[in-house]
């Protein structure tokens, strides 16, 4: 069964606390992505990586992290200093490279204690 | 920055109308993208239009581009309750990156 999976469903950070979001692909997608959702808001670019050990900023990275060591793997870390990170993440993948058709797994919601 | 802005926020219809939602955006792009969004969910793929295309269909779905005035628009035909959810335009522009807009959110009342 291929596609792109997220886990955890729900997760819960305390004040400092570093934590991090899985996202595992099966389709061999050569690029993958991170996205942020506000409610009643589209998404904003985290991270994105179009190779194994390659990674680059998006539009709002900052307090965040990323590490791209398997084609199949690229959890996102949300580090202490992102001081609003109660939101939706959506994680995705494309085949070809940025700019082409994604594909979206289910998403993490984090909220803060 | 959100490069397509998507119009109206809200849209309510009954079963069966046409749902029209519209995407307009700032720069030059490469090709435009439809997804929709559940509730709570992740987004799925619904079309992606070039932009030396004018017009894509795929089954009650009907997209046009007019790169002239620099927006879009999504047809959904013979609606259904199943519809219902967060429409969302996504411009792939010379930063190569995918912009996403803000979102319509479209109720299908049975």
């Known amino acids: 069964d291929g596609g792109i999976t997220q886990s955890p469903k729900y997760l819960f950070r305390k004040e400092g606390q570093n934590v991090t979001l899985s996202c595992e692909q099966n389709?061999?997608?050569?690029?993958m992505y991170w996205y942020r959702q506000d409610p009643g808001q589209g998404l904003r670019l985290i991270y994105y990586?179009?190779?194994?050990?390659?990674?680059q900023k998006g539009d709002i990275a900052e307090g965040y992290s990323v590490s791209r060591e398997k084609k199949e793997s690229f959890p996102l870390t949300v580090t202490s200093a992102q001081k609003n990170p109660t939101a939706f993440y959506l994680c995705?993948?494309?085949?070809?490279?940025?700019?082409?058709?994604?594909?979206f797994g289910p998403g993490t919601r984090l909220l803060v204690l | 920055s959100q490069q397509g802005e998507e119009d109206p926020q809200a849209l309510s219809i009954q079963e069966g109308e046409n749902a029209t939602m519209n995407c307009s955006y700032k720069?030059?792009?490469?090709?435009l993208q439809w997804y929709r969004q559940n509730s709570g969910r992740g987004l799925v793929h619904l079309i992606l239009?070039?932009?030396?295309?004018r017009e894509k269909h795929s089954g009650r779905l009907r997209v046009t581009l007019d790169t002239s005035k620099k927006s879009s628009s999504l047809l959904i035909t013979a609606s259904r309750a199943a519809d219902t959810a967060s429409y969302f335009c996504?411009?792939?522009?010379?930063?190569?990156?995918?912009?996403f807009g803000s979102g319509t959110q479209l109720t299908v009342l049975p």
């Open positions: 995705a993948s494309s085949m070809r490279g940025v700019g082409e058709t994604q594909y």
């Open positions: 389709l061999n997608h050569d690029a």
């Open positions: 990586s179009q190779i194994v050990n390659d990674f």
């Open positions: 720069t030059s792009i490469n090709n």
């Open positions: 239009i070039r932009s030396n295309e």
């Open positions: 996504a411009t792939r522009g010379s930063a190569r990156q995918l912009t």
